[in-house]
DNA sequence: CCCATTTTGGTACTTTAGTATGAGACGCTC
DNA sequence: GAGCGTCTCATACTAAAGTACCAAAATGGG
């Protein structure tokens, strides 16, 4: 009877209901004395305590048997992406109105190089970078390389 | 107390449950005639009573009783953020050992300014920037200021 | 107070960036 | 083919950036 292992588990409890079954013995065995000595209604005595006993039983296990209210925790993560990839906003690109030749500039540009530097990836002479470059800030509305490189990169044209 | 409505639900074992008491009953009289009359062992033959629709008791509630084990699922939504805002990578900045003054000027620097625009900015001489910036430069190792804007971002050192 | 570091500023110079203008070559379209 | 836009390159110039070296003033800790 799996139900008899919860009844032993509260140890402390099991102390308080022998002792208050103790007192409720000594209480009855004191009206014993007083009023069913005399006459025969020992059955009415009995019953009582019978009814008295299977009310504290179930008391009892009512208490005893406690709810038994397993919780159990699922964490579920909500995992959001921060790899946050370069994804080129093609609206504002049109925008802007570039030339091929000047995009694959301001790409360039975009990574840091100088204009020399430029041209040999370009296979461009400095002079056509300038150029391009030139056409580049006044297109892009700023006045030097850092500005059209931050614009660059806010507006989501290079990564 | 709830417990008890569960006690009336089951209306034919009640009747079974109250024969099964009668019984019991009419055996422990019959036993009180046979061999309590004569002797003071009354106190044994209650505890006995007592003891017995105790257990009774129990059984009855453990029998009537659910098994009464809830089972709560709480799901919990662990969210991980993704504001990506600027922090400082103070241990990277540590390592550059750059002076107080030098970071302020990088941190202009990296919104695009001039060396012009940044001596404005911090109340100084142009050539004071340019002295700034230029050892800047050799303890970033970098080149120019497009590259020392890349890297100061790159290592989140500014945002 | 002394010393090391930082901060500031200067001069002189080189390099790079950026502007302005022009021009030749190419491809496309009307 | 004329016109248009793009791409290329050049020259000339100005502006800004960047380097090198020096030095005075301020700062801060032992």
Redesign the pocket.
């Known amino acids: 009877m799996p139900f008899l292992k919860h009844l032993w588990k509260p140890s402390k409890s099991i102390f308080f209901y022998a002792l208050l079954m103790a007192l409720l013995v000594f209480a009855l065995k004191w009206m014993q004395w007083k009023y069913l000595i005399a006459d025969h209604s020992v059955d009415i005595y009995i019953g009582l305590i019978a009814l008295f006993f299977t009310i504290l039983g179930i008391w009892v296990a009512s208490q005893l048997a406690k709810p038994k209210i397993e919780t159990v925790v699922v964490e579920k993560e909500v995992y959001i992406v921060p790899p946050e990839e370069f994804v080129l906003n093609e609206a504002e690109l049109k925008k802007l ?1 570039l ?4 995009y694959e500039v301001l790409q360039q540009l975009s990574k840091g190089l ?3 530097e430029i041209g040999e990836q ?7 970078v ?5 056409n580049l ?2 297109k892009m509305d700023v ?4 500005q059209a490189i931050e614009k660059a990169k806010r507006l989501k044209l290079t990564p």
Not at 99 to 102: A, C, F, G, K, V
Not at 130 to 134: D, G, I, L
Not at 143 to 146: A, F, H, Q, S
């Open positions: 109105n030339t091929t030749r000047e100088s204009n020399a370009l296979f461009l002479s400095l002079s056509t300038k150029t391009h470059v030139s800030f006044f006045k030097n390389r850092t």
